[in-house]
Every structure is written in structure tokens, then in C-alpha cells.
């Protein structure tokens, strides 16, 4: 049998038009000979009754720690409504329809509370369901230990679901629906100029998640392009094909180009830059390693992280500058904590071993008169630290310098 997967995030599931939408979409993939399995988020966004912030809320409100296993079980109650609302509402349009929870679909994971990783997916019942003519409406973001703990599989989990069952039931395509049209060049909000991605590869969208891009979880991309399962991101509320996520190669009569130089541009706001400084080499003396060392024992991350003889530097998220300004003091040496940055990216699979992309980087922010602070860079992706308040134009500016647009 053919099996797709779409996933529906928060705001699909909220409301009554919400899930109208659902049922077309579903509709729309049995009418075209599919076996379909729906993931489901927990029913809207924080405030909103059944929403995973609220419930939280609810066993913190009473007292502010709770344990991680209770904190699972209240937590997973949310996706769980969603399932057999929705149910409901494909039964109504004649749909017939069960609900699972991530133990019943056979998601197993390991005892880590609040962030559980899938260890083997055993998908009987789910295949039951389909062959006998249902659709399996799954409950994201959760699973059982062997032993029947039930766990959640971190914030944003539903879309780890989703991409799981895919590689699981060897399904064409995992749909991940939201409320955007896929995924952008840039921010929309920021860059109005923004257009949305027909194709992507996975590394890009990996990176573009990870650097900031908040359209589907890293953890998800990762999952299904070990499995060779393709994606497609698309709103639940319009009938455009979103992006298609997939490796370098030809899915149907659509190329995948995993060459290009630039595909969109990231960014990450409120971060501080720590640069330190040193008339000692700090590789001789030890205070590299102290340094890095100390942030390690605060439990403060580290990014764009550059080390040289002598001057250490990188950033951190900036509500921890006080944090490492007292950790850094003790130690010594000339260190300067300064908040109000932002990182902005370009993101390409295909730059790797291209000249002239750093230039053009340099010339597009150079244009706009946006000061560089620090850079870093991998395979695909070059990262300039800005003033936070450069950060809008600095993202203008490169989606104009790579003519994303067009
Ligand atoms: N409801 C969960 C969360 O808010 C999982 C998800 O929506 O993907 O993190
Ligand atoms: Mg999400």
C-alpha cells in the first residue's frame, strides 16, 4: 500500500475551520489511493486551553518543580485530545478513523523525560489500521519506554513523529503542515521581498533550522533523510505545494539541484559577543582551555567560536552576559562582554569549495554600511555577526546582494 503522512501542527488543529482543512487535506491523499496516518500536535498555542504551555502551566502554577516523568505524562494529554477531536471530525465527513497515542502506534523510546529518542518503531497496529480501510490519527511529540513509561520526545517533537512513522511505514512523503507556505528565502516579517522554496535538500533546511529558521525541527530532518523519506512543508490553509525537502537527486520530473550557491539566509537575534584578550599566548599558558572550561561548568553554550594565540572569541545568548562576565573575571585576563547582537546567515549546499561567496557576502552588507563583528562558517553556510539593530537591513541586504527573489 502507498502511505503518506501528514503532520498538522498546533494552530491547523485549533479551531473548527482549522480542522476542515485537515479533512480536505486528508481527503485529498485518500482520493489518491494513499493509507494515511495524521500526526497531531496539541490544539493551539500557549493560553489557549489545551495547548502543551498551558498544561505545564498547570503542574507549575501549583509548584514550580515538577518531575520529569509526571511533567511527560501531563504534557502528552494535549496531543492526545487533538487525536480523537480529530477523529471525530473526519468520522463526521464520513472518514473513517482511530485514534493512537504514541505507545499504542508502537513508538518506543529511551527513559530520557522531556527529550526521549526513538529506539524502534514497531508499526503493527498502524498497518492494521490502514489495510482494513482507516486512517491512523497519530499523537505527536510522544512514545512509551519498553517498560511503559510514557515520554515526550522534546519541544516540537510532533514533527519527529511524523518524520519517524514515515521512515517506519515507508511512506512516499512526510507532509508537514503549518501555517506558512513552506519554507522562505529569509523571514517574511524582516524581508518583505522573501519568496517561498520550491525544492531544498536536507542539509539546507538542517542548517537553516538550526541557525534560527523555525519551520520544521532539525531532529525531523535528520530522521528522514537517513531514512531517504522526502518531506514536504506546506500550509494547511492554502493548496500551494509548500517545499519539497529530498537529497541531490530526481524526485518524479522535478530536478533537485543540491548545487545551489545560495539558497536562503537565517538569522538569530539577542546574542552577546565575548572577546577576550591576552599579551600571553593562551595556548602555552592554559587559559584556553580554562575558558572554555569555565563556560562549560556555568552550563552556558558557546557558538562561533574562534581560538587563536591571543584572542579567544565567540557568543552566547545575550540574557547570560551578566552570567559569563562573573565566570570570565575570575580568570585573569582582558575579556569584554558586549549584548546587542544578531547573526545572520547564508545558507547553500552548493558553496562549498566556490570563491567569491564570502565576497559577495562582505560586498552586500558593505553597501548597506553594516559593520561585521565575527564570523564563522561551515560547508554550507557563512555566519557574520551584526549590531542587532543592523539585523533587518543586514538580511535585505544579502537577499538583494544573492537575488533570492527572483
Ligand atoms: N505540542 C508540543 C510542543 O509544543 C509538540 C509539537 O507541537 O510539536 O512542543
Ligand atoms: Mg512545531
Not at 518543580?65 to 494535549?78: A, F, H, N, Q
Not at 527513559?111 to 490502514?130: T, Y
Not at 512523503?173 to 522554496?197: H, N
Not at 567569491?356 to 562558517?377: C, E, F, N, P, W
Request: proline share 3%.
Amino acid at each position: 500500500m502507498r502511505v503518506i503522512v501528514q503532520k498538522f501542527g498546533g494552530t491547523s488543529v485549533a479551531t473548527p475551520e482549522g480542522r476542515e482543512n485537515v479533512v480536505k487535506k486528508v481527503q485529498e491523499a485518500l482520493n489518491q489511493g494513499y493509507g494515511v496516518v495524521v500526526v497531531v500536535s496539541a490544539m493551539g498555542r500557549a493560553g489557549e486551553p489545551y495547548a502543551t504551555d498551558t498544561l505545564i502551566g498547570l503542574a507549575k502554577g501549583i509548584m514550580k518543580s515538577v518531575k520529569p516523568r509526571e511533567l511527560d505524562l501531563l504534557m502528552t494529554c494535549g496531543e492526545n485530545i487533538s487525536t480523537v477531536v480529530m477523529v471525530q471530525t473526519l468520522k463526521h465527513h464520513g472518514i473513517e478513523a482511530s485514534a493512537f497515542t504514541g505507545g499504542q502506534a508502537g513508538i518506543y523510546t529511551d527513559h530520557h523525560f522531556g527529550n526521549a529518542r526513538i529506539m524502534e518503531i514497531k508499526p503493527d497496529n498502524l498497518r492494521r489500521c490502514l489495510e482494513g480501510g482507516r486512517v491512523a490519527v497519530v499523537a505527536g511529540f510522544q512514545g512509551i519506554t519498553p517498560d511503559g513509561e510514557v515520554t515526550t520526545l522534546g519541544r516540537g517533537g510532533s514533527d519527529t513523529t511524523g518524520a519517524a512513522l514515515g521512515v517506519a511505514l515507508n511512506a512516499e512523503v512526510v507532509e508537514i503542515y503549518t501555517d506558512v507556505d513552506g519554507v522562505m528565502t529569509a523571514d517574511p516579517r524582516l524581508v518583505p521581498q522573501a519568496k517561498s522554496l520550491a525544492v531544498m535538500t536536507y542539509n539546507e533546511v538542517c542548517e537553516m533550522a538550526h541557525l534560527g529558521a523555525k519551520v520544521v525541527h532539525p531532529r525531523a530532518v535528520e530522521i528522514a533523510m537517513e531514512g531517504r523519506v522526502p518531506l514536504r512543508i506546506r500550509s494547511t490553509f492554502s493548496d500551494s505545494l509548500g517545499t519539497l525537502i529530498t537529497d541531490g537527486s530526481a524526485i518524479g520530473n522535478i530536478e533537485i539541484r543540491g548545487d545551489k550557491v545560495v539558497t536562503g539566509l537565517a538569522h538569530i537575534a539577542e546574542m552577546a559577543l565575548v572577546r577576550i584578550k591576552s599579551e600571553q599566548d593562551m595556548n602555552q599558558n592554559g587559559k584556553v582551555m580554562e575558558v572554555f572550561q569555565a563556560m562549560a561548568n556555568a552550563g552556558i553554550s558557546v557558538d562561533m567560536i574562534q581560538v587563536a594565540p591571543f584572542a579567544i572569541g565567540f557568543i552566547i545568548k545575550e540574557d547570560l552576559a551578566e552570567r559569563s562576565t562573573q565566570v570570565l573575571g575570575k580568570l585573569n585576563l582582558e575579556v569584554l562582554v558586549q549584548k546587542g547582537f544578531a547573526k545572520v546567515a547564508i545558507v547553500g549546499s552548493g558553496m562549498r569549495g566556490v570563491p567569491g561567496v564570502m565576497a559577495k557576502m562582505v560586498r552586500g552588507l558593505q553597501r548597506a554600511r553594516i559593520a561585521i563583528y565575527h564570523s564563522t562558517d561551515s560547508h554550507i553556510n557563512i555566519a557574520c555577526l551584526v549590531r542587532q539593530d543592523d539585523m533587518c537591513n543586514a538580511l535585505q541586504a544579502l537577499h538583494e546582494e544573492f537575488q533570492l527573489g527572483e
